[in-house]
């Protein structure tokens, strides 16, 4: 960097004087050629010698003879003649341990004729080979660019593009502002990015406030012919646009319309639909329970555990009902179990609604069970169509004991 400082130093040493000196000379000759004023003249000291045929004063012997040098002497260099590039590339280019000298005319001459040469036989470097898998990749992208996105017409002059169809089209004017409008709700995640950001101006922008904000995009070209792409990426998903300027033609605003939610909102439409129409049919069977005591069966046994046992139990013909007490829904709950004709408990589909048990069968026997191994607890609910065996007792004031003692235990 010094030996560079140097170089340019020498350079300005030599030629700044040489200017200047060319300057004053050419000053000097201009003065001499300019012809003097006549109030300014002073009286010649030699009478001008007028010629008869012409009529005219003769010039002075001195008046000659400045004419005549003006014209031998050669015309001054100005400075645009003086080559500084090219001496400047040329010091650069000499080798810094050489000695310094001032360059000569022909020295920048042949530098710029050496530099020239070079620049002319230098070619591209060839570009990197695309292997098979990447040309397959640029072909998928290209086909997805080239899909048809054919836009609709929506309210207010939109154009609008379905999300995900394809690469949606922005065409903008300069002096004209091109809005893209996206989902109301959704947010910006980041800066969006465009491929030229000299020639494109890109600008936030929203209306709404709240969850109704709907977030703008306002595009803005300085030049006509332009191509490039942009990049915007939300809290629901990324758009991926095309930009395109023309002279006139643009487009005001675009928005999207948006398949996969609305498949979506469907899918959870129909699911409420079905979740309440399973909700009317439970509370008709509810309403069925309450309202049809004549077509209902009471006739049930509850045997066991005071602390698991059901308030009371009930059929349509169709499901059992097991009306358990509320107190037990802030306790741990018994389980249900349908016993057998081999005496065997067997699980059963029930659920519970409130502090009912509503069994999609009838059953002779049932059980709740509460615990398990030979601390479980447990109540049984017996159908009044099934008959208790009797034996007959050899004593019977035993078997009269026996039965009032079950009548307290059951109490």
């Not at 200017?19 to 000053?27: D, E, G, P, S």
């Not at 591209?124 to 609709?152: H, I, N, Y």
Request: charged share 25%; hydrophobic share 35%.
């Amino acid at each position: 960097m010094k030996l560079k400082m140097k170089m340019v130093a020498i350079v300005v040493i030599v030629f700044i004087p040489l200017i200047i000196l060319t300057h004053k000379k050419a000053t000097a000759s201009q003065k001499q050629d300019t012809p003097p004023r006549t109030d300014q003249i002073p009286p010649p000291q030699t009478a001008a010698v007028a010629d008869p045929n012409e009529g005219e004063a003769l010039e002075t012997p001195n008046q000659r003879r400045r004419r005549l040098a003006a014209e031998a002497a050669p015309a001054p260099p100005l400075p645009v003649q003086y080559q500084f590039t090219e001496a400047l590339d040329a010091l650069r280019d000499a080798d810094p341990k050489a000695p310094t000298h001032p360059l000569s005319h022909s020295q920048v001459t042949k530098s710029s004729a050496k530099k020239a040469a070079a620049a002319k036989d230098t070619h591209p470097k060839p570009e990197v080979a695309v292997s098979a898998t990447a040309s397959a990749a640029v072909t998928v992208s290209d086909r997805w660019q080239k899909t048809e996105d054919l836009p609709a017409e929506g309210k207010d002059g939109r154009v609008v593009y379905s999300e995900g169809g394809g690469l949606p089209t922005v065409v903008c004017a300069p002096l004209r502002l091109c809005i893209v409008e996206l989902q109301t709700g959704e947010k910006l995640t980041g800066e969006p990015q465009i491929g030229d950001s000299v020639r494109w101006s890109v600008e936030p922008a929203s209306y709404g406030l709240g969850e109704a904000t709907t977030p703008l995009i306002v595009i803005k070209p300085k030049a006509v012919g332009l191509d490039t792409n942009l990049v915007v990426t939300t809290d629901r998903r990324s758009y991926y646009l095309r930009l395109m300027s023309n002279a006139q033609n643009y487009v005001a605003r675009v928005s999207f319309d948006y398949p996969d939610d609305e498949r979506a909102e469907w899918a959870i439409a129909l699911h409420k639909q079905a979740q309440a129409v399973k909700e009317a049919q439970f509370d008709k069977g509810v309403k069925t329970l309450a309202d049809s005591v004549e077509a209902l069966n009471v006739d049930y046994r509850i045997k066991g555990d005071k602390g698991i046992r059901p308030l009371r139990v009930v059929d349509d013909g169709v499901h059992t009902y097991i009306q358990m007490n509320p107190a037990v829904l802030h306790r741990e709950v018994p389980v249900l179990a349908v016993i057998g004709p081999d005496g065997k408990a067997e699980m059963v589909n029930y659920r519970v609604k409130g502090s009912v048990y509503i069994v999609d069968r009838l059953f002779d026997r049932g059980r709740l069970i509460l615990g398990s191994g030979r601390s479980a607890r447990k109540a049984d609910i017996i159908s009044g169509s099934v008959k208790e065996r009797r034996l007959f007792a050899r004593d019977p004031y035993r078997d009269l004991a026996n039965d009032k003692k079950t009548e307290d235990e059951s109490q």
